[in-house]
């Protein structure tokens, strides 16, 4: 692709570094933001800055936050004794749009998968093996994607505090829950969070 200008290169160059984004989509929008007023460009480079800067994650359940503890650990009238256990915060937006589920979250931040390097360590299971071991909680469900990943995910996890008395679930599968929780429509999660299946009763069908 040529360019007359090294500034528009730029910019161009950059907006195609986003995942889904090809030169050509990156090139037609930053020529729309130069037919906008410059306010927009501003508020636009404003708004991903101060996010990228200032954006938190919540001690307690690792969901995105603007303060140290995230709204729903926060809230008194949520079940802190039932820990939906999720990959990222889509899947925690995706959940609470369902309003099926009162109790509060663990995100992972991902899912194991040695083909892309990620470890157990590197996800955020070690502060909820930690959150267990307290003695608090009373449930945990599963709600992660059913791929060969987050089978594993879950199994590790599972072995990990098998031995705490504790019960543990998963999200109804067979269901529209494809790679992506949170495409599954409203109403199809929501039913598999209020039907979760004893933890247990998954691992027959590996
Ligand atoms: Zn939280």
């Keep these: 692709m040529e360019f007359s200008s090294k500034l528009l290169e730029k910019a161009v160059n950059e907006m195609a570094q986003l995942p889904g984004i090809g030169k050509r989509t990156a090139l037609r929008l930053v020529l729309h933001l130069l037919k906008q007023p410059v306010e927009q460009t501003q508020f636009l480079s404003q708004a991903l800055t101060s996010m990228r800067e200032e954006i938190k994650f919540c001690k307690n359940c690792h969901n995105i936050s603007d303060v140290e503890v995230c709204e729903i650990c926060n ?3 949520r079940n802190h004794k039932i820990i939906c256990v999720v990959e990222d915060v889509r899947d925690v937006m995706a959940i609470e749009n ?3 589920f009162k109790g509060i979250y663990h995100v992972l931040g991902g899912k194991i ?35 060969m990943e987050g089978d594993t995910t879950n199994f ?14 998963t999200i109804a599968r067979g269901i529209a829950i494809g790679d992506e929780l949170e495409y599954a429509d409203e109403v199809t999660l929501g039913r598999s969070i ?13």
């Design 113 to 147: 998968s040695p083909i892309d390097g990620v470890g157990p360590s590197q996800l955020n299971i070690k502060s909820l093996v930690d959150k267990v071991a307290l003695g608090q909680t009373e449930e945990l469900i599963f709600a992660l994607s059913s791929t």
């Design 98 to 100: 369902t309003n099926q």
């Design 75 to 77: 809230n008194p009238s």
């Design 156 to 169: 590790y996890i599972f072995k990990q505090i098998k031995d705490f008395d504790i019960k543990t679930s």
């Design 194 to 206: 209020l039907n979760r299946v004893p933890f247990e009763n998954s691992l027959k069908n590996l």
